[in-house]
């Protein structure tokens, strides 16, 4: 069954960190484009960082302003992504979710992405 799992989530205070994490299986990811979209309460969801197949290049949401870092580890042929949160604000309260593209260049498009998490909630005190 291929399938993502999102974990790391929880309440966190504002301007600290949090490490989101998504572990893939059922398939080889390796040679998908992976990606963090976030989606809060009455909004659509919105893409927040994806990194290339290769693992090589990065990109992320003009939001994210530096405090966000994506990552890929395909160690012992199993993939986990992860999202690297610093300095929290209370607007990044929402479900995070993992994604993973077989299209060569996704973008941050939602439909260019074939297999999703169930998301991972993230909630921000001030």
């Known amino acids: 069954q291929v399938q993502l799992v999102e974990s790391g989530g929880g309440l966190a205070q504002a301007g600290g960190p949090l490490r989101l994490s998504c572990a893939a299986s059922g398939r080889s990811f390796s040679n998908y484009a992976m990606a963090w979209f976030r989606q809060a309460p009455g909004k659509e969801r919105e893409f927040v960082a994806r990194i290339t197949r290769g693992g090589v290049n990065t990109y992320y949401a003009d939001f994210v302003k530096g405090r966000f870092t994506i990552s890929k580890d395909n160690a012992k042929a199993k993939t986990t992504v992860y999202l690297q949160i610093n300095s929290l604000r209370p607007e990044d309260t929402a479900v995070y979710y993992c994604?993973?593209?077989?299209?060569?260049?996704?973008?941050?498009?939602?439909?260019?992405?074939?297999?999703w998490g169930q998301g991972t909630q993230v909630t921000v005190s001030s």
């Open positions: 994604a993973a593209s077989s299209f060569v260049a996704p973008r941050g498009l939602v439909d260019k992405y074939d297999t």
